[in-house]
């Protein structure tokens, strides 16, 4: 007999034909790492869909931030996308205008995605650990990551991507939950949830230091690769 354990992580190994359930409320019932009870604020938003985590994201006061930010960013791209990119925070541009990526480390995130003929528009969703911009695009706390976790736990569930890219450190530790360099990290499959994950350097990196760019290229073609194998080693029905 085929165990639960099994059944989820074929479905989260599945390829983009797949069935998506982005409606569906979470597996278990979210808890408080402290005290073990039942966590009000994650468990409302793990009932939550894509559009109103769209609207309680603009309308959040968990962390400082709210005090300073001039836009949400919730994130952008397909709703059924097989990609799902996943970086650090929004930066000034991302704040004007309320979209992740949109200044230069956008710019050539958007030229790397066209080389391997995806875009935010078709194939992927982007989205940031952080929802706010941290003033002077300073590193994210851990109180502000945790007041935005369960938004992000939530966007990736609903999205259901075949393949998650974590852009840089803070977004790869704090989804695998360790503390690594890039370095460390790349031309490595790891795991969140059950579904592949790869990690490269984040774009805004690449422009000051572009000697690291075929890096993140070999990674990004790292990552088609895991995907095309993931979706090989599925059994047919």
């Known amino acids: 007999m085929i165990s639960r354990e099994e059944v989820l992580r074929e479905l989260a190994l599945a390829p983009i034909w797949r069935l998506k359930r982005r409606d569906a409320p979470a597996e278990a019932v979210p808890m ?31 962390c400082r931030l709210c005090t300073t930010r001039k836009h949400t960013v919730a994130g952008v791209g397909a709703a059924d996308a097989s990609w799902m990119l996943v970086g650090e925070a929004p930066g000034a541009d991302e704040d004007a205008q309320g979209e992740p990526f949109v200044g230069a480390a956008g710019q050539l995130l958007d030229n790397m995605l066209a080389a391997l003929g995806l ?15 941290p003033p002077g695009n300073r590193t994210p706390e851990s109180l502000e990551v945790a007041a935005c976790r369960p ?9 259901a991507p075949a393949l998650i890219v974590a852009l840089g450190r803070s977004a790869a530790c704090t989804l695998l939950e360790i503390d690594a360099s890039v370095a460390s990290l790349r031309n490595r499959v790891h795991r969140y949830r059950g579904t592949p994950l790869v990690v490269t350097y984040h774009p805004a990196y690449l422009l000051r230091t572009p000697g690291d760019k075929a890096k993140a290229w070999e990674d990004l073609l790292f990552a088609r690769r895991t995907l095309r194998e993931a979706i090989a080693l599925r059994p047919r029905a």
């Open 151 to 159: 938004y992000l736990d939530r966007q990736i569930e609903l999205v």
């Open 119 to 133: 875009s935010r528009q078709a194939g992927v969703f982007i989205a940031n650990v952080l929802k706010c911009r």
């Open 32 to 62: 408080s790492a402290e005290s073990g009870d039942v966590d009000p604020r994650r468990a409302r938003i793990s009932s939550l869909t894509l559009d109103a985590l769209v609207a309680d994201i603009a309308q959040c006061r968990a």
